[in-house]
């Protein structure tokens, strides 16, 4: 308080062994004089989103803090009462979730929330013009082309763009902590990150630790991968308490609601019923998805390194062999025996996309739009890569049921991969993968001219016993 020392009628006494009794001194002594005072408390529920993160270790010291007369409630019990009038203008408290809002509604129920008001939405992110301006004078400094610098901004649009924070049609927001990241490394060195995702999203990755751990949290996780899968809700679940997260079964609704507060879901759009569609909001997140299935479905060294081997091979030959080899061998088997609730076509596309994703090298997605139709899997090397010797890769997957097929799956297995290749259903989908990919083929190099350095894959699956290719 000495700093304001000059401004006060009276110095507030501060008790070293009394927080609150200093506090309402300090109220008390700006209430003397013709200033406001503001309160302004950030990231209020850091401690509870340790526990979630980590529920083995922080129950008991949560309890303390909050349940009945906790420390917690009772410092929000004194802020609701000097903010009645009593000298406490106003309060500004900034956190993830509600959750501990939740969990000491007793002790303040005053609160406004304000997290929707469309006035507020993008006060917790970049626009995109915002980025464009930065990455302009970056690009002045290191004497960057024009279309270098638009190659840069589209490069962040993909891996840091996405997020909304209303209900209405805003333009979508970078993550400020990876767009700053993102500049720092750009201006210093004149060149990307290596490394696409800040480590400070640690936080994110234990976040999504945390929803795998509840029932059916796994299966959430895995089917927002895909645009079929993606959650719609009616409304997003306000009323978050830790003993009930922690301990009841929570619905879809719930789960969902809370992946968006926690930032690994963003507001998409509403559907014909008027339901919000929920989505994963950009390359940098969708990372973290894919390691956390990888890791449950391949947790062995000798299945890592051997899934690495096959596709880095494949970034650089355009072979596909080893890698489909390795799908068919180990993949599927654990996805046969896991309880994802999948159409067989999806279990396909997500087991390529979690052997194949590398931020580093490039530039993924899965349904990529191309001239009204959908890429099953898109790899463009990213700008910076270009001068390795890694190539650019289109895959389209197709299905045929061994009911389709009139074949068993003991029958498939004795069969030669040439031998598949000759049944009339096998040819029929390999030709129409064949036809789609030269058309997406086509419209890729007109975007990116030549640059590119496109091989097209055209997968089958039987069942999931074999590939063809």
């Known amino acids: 308080m000495d700093r304001y020392r000059e401004h006060l009628i009276q110095a507030p006494s501060v008790n070293p062994d009394n927080a609150l009794a200093s506090f309402h001194a300090a109220v008390n002594a ?8 503001y309160l302004f408390i950030d990231e209020y529920d850091n401690f509870a989103n340790e526990v979630l993160a980590a529920p083995t270790k922080g129950q008991d010291r949560y309890a303390t803090l909050v349940y009945g007369e906790g420390i917690l409630k009772t410092v929000f019990k004194a802020i609701k009462a000097l903010s009645s009038g009593q000298g406490l203008d106003k309060v500004f408290i900034t956190g993830v979730s509600p959750v501990v809002m939740s969990d000491i509604s007793s002790g303040y129920n005053v609160a406004r929330d304000i997290s929707f008001r469309p006035e507020y939405y993008d006060l917790c992110g970049f626009h995109e013009s915002e980025v464009a301006r930065v990455l302009e004078k970056i690009g002045k400094k290191c004497n960057f082309p024009e279309f270098q610098v638009q190659d840069t901004l589209s490069m962040m ?6 997020y909304r924070f209303g209900y209405g049609a805003d333009s979508l927001l970078y993550n400020p902590t990876l767009a700053l990241y993102f500049f720092q490394n750009y201006q210093d060195d004149c060149a990307y990150p290596r490394k696409i995702l800040d480590s400070n999203l640690a936080m994110d990755r234990n976040r999504i630790e945390y929803i795998a751990r509840l029932p059916h949290g796994n299966e959430l996780i895995a089917n927002t991968l895909h645009s079929q899968g993606l959650p719609r809700i009616s409304e997003l679940a306000d009323h978050f308490g830790v003993q009930e997260m922690l301990t009841a079964t929570q619905d879809q609704p719930f789960l969902a609601s809370l992946m968006y507060y926690l930032g690994i879901l ?3 759009d509403t559907d014909a019923m008027g339901r919000l569609m929920l989505r994963i909001p950009n390359l940098a997140i969708r990372r973290l998805y894919v390691e956390r299935i990888r890791d449950t479905l391949l947790p062995e060294y000798e299945d890592r390194e051997t899934s690495r081997q096959a596709a880095e091979h494949f970034y650089t030959s355009g072979d596909i062999g080893p890698l489909c080899n390795f799908i068919e061998t180990r993949y599927f088997q654990v996805f046969d025996n896991r309880d994802y609730r999948w159409s067989n076509e999806l279990v396909v596309k997500t087991a390529f996309l979690i052997v194949l994703f590398s931020d580093t090298f490039y530039i993924m997605d899965s349904e990529t739009a191309i001239d009204k139709g959908y890429a099953d899997l898109s790899m463009i090397i990213r700008p910076d890569m270009r ?4 190539l650019d890769h289109l895959l389209e ?9 009139g074949l068993s799956g003991q029958e498939i297995k004795a069969k030669s991969r040439e031998e598949l290749q000759t049944l009339l259903p096998v040819r029929e989908k390999l030709d129409e993968a064949t036809v789609q990919l030269a058309r997406y083929r086509a419209i890729l190099k007109e975007v990116y001219g030549k640059k590119l350095r496109l091989h097209t894959h055209a997968v089958v699956a039987l069942g999931l016993e074999r590939l063809v290719w």
């Not at 997957?397 to 097929?405: C, E, G, P, V």
């Open 266 to 268: 963003t507001i998409a």
């Open 157 to 162: 649009r993909t891996f840091y763009n996405g």
């Open 387 to 390: 001068k390795y010797q890694l």
């Open 30 to 37: 700006v209430g003397q004089t013709p200033y406001k005072l």
């Open 397 to 405: 997957f197709k299905y045929i049921s061994l009911k389709a097929l």
